[in-house]
């Protein structure tokens, strides 16, 4: 079995810090969080300097599961927007993903180019679309072990019943887990969790979303499993790189910023120097 299966068989809440890159990864586990979510809003923030709207392809974030792989064991759940493309695109981008280290892939039902789920104006495809893609995705995997997370963002397009119906289908079509994106009270998160008792639900907080944020015991007694937080540590990175920015533009230096950064031998054990 493997480490992310036996993790969600404990019974208790999972949340997992959403990062872009591998620093951000190593960040995670040297704090003590047991599993770790790629984020394709982080990728596509930090790497390219663009909102989250299909702008990041296949291979940049299997780019980015190699390197955080090759940092961490921790358990990897990796973003796969809607497959990139159609099933047979799907087939490629779960097995690219699976090699490259990633312990979950997450596929959503959105046409291309995908944007935020948190945003108006997303589109989606047929149901029996996305059913087609999870069947293949569930077929192509080398291994159970890899995880299949299926996404439907239909709450804010078709309303709340037609996206319990949605992951209905997704998990009749094999995922493993699922994830309604952007319930918007806490009566929607508990109709979506009375739907799919004893089935892995994945919680996403997303500071300034349309979910509301809840801690831990009240995802746990919502009914939810997995908890993202998929943009918070680059959201939070940012705002203490614009204040440190600030001081210098004003100051013309850094000497009174120490001690609101990682320090220099600090941040070298961070990375592994001692061990290169």
Do not use: W
Request: proline share 4%.
């Amino acid at each position: 079995m493997s480490a992310l299966r036996h993790r969600l068989g404990r019974g208790d809440v999972l949340p997992v810090p959403g990062v872009a890159d591998a620093l951000q990864a190593r960040l995670v586990d040297s704090l003590g969080f047991e599993a770790v979510f790629l984020s394709g809003s982080g990728v596509s923030l930090s790497g390219l300097g663009r909102p989250d709207v299909g702008l990041v392809n296949q291979v940049e974030m299997v780019d980015r599961i190699a390197a955080i792989s090759d940092v961490t064991d921790l358990p990897l759940l990796a973003d796969g927007d809607n497959g990139h493309g159609n099933a047979l695109n799907v087939i490629r981008t779960v097995r690219s993903f699976e090699r490259a280290g990633a312990s979950a892939i997450m596929l959503e039902d959105q046409v291309f180019p995908k944007r935020c789920g948190h945003l108006a104006g997303a589109r989606l495809v047929p149901t029996a679309e996305m059913v087609g893609k999870l069947k293949a995705a569930v077929d192509c995997r080398r291994s159970e072990d890899l995880l299949i997370i299926g996404r439907t963002d239909a709450r804010g397009v078709e309303g709340l019943s037609a996206a319990i119906d949605r992951a209905h289908r997704y998990r009749e079509a094999g995922a493993d887990l699922l994830f309604v994106e952007a319930p918007r009270s806490e009566d929607e998160m508990a109709a979506i969790a009375r739907a799919f008792q004893g089935v892995p639900l994945i919680a996403n907080m997303v500071e300034g979303g349309a979910t509301p944020q809840l801690d831990n015991a009240s995802l746990l007694a919502l009914g939810f499993q997995v908890v993202f937080y998929p943009t918070t540590v680059v959201r939070s990175a940012l705002f203490a790189a614009r204040t440190a920015l600030s001081e210098l533009k004003a100051h013309d230096t850094t000497r009174h910023l120490s001690d609101r950064m990682v320090g220099f031998d600090e941040l070298n054990a961070l990375v592994g120097m001692d061990r290169i």
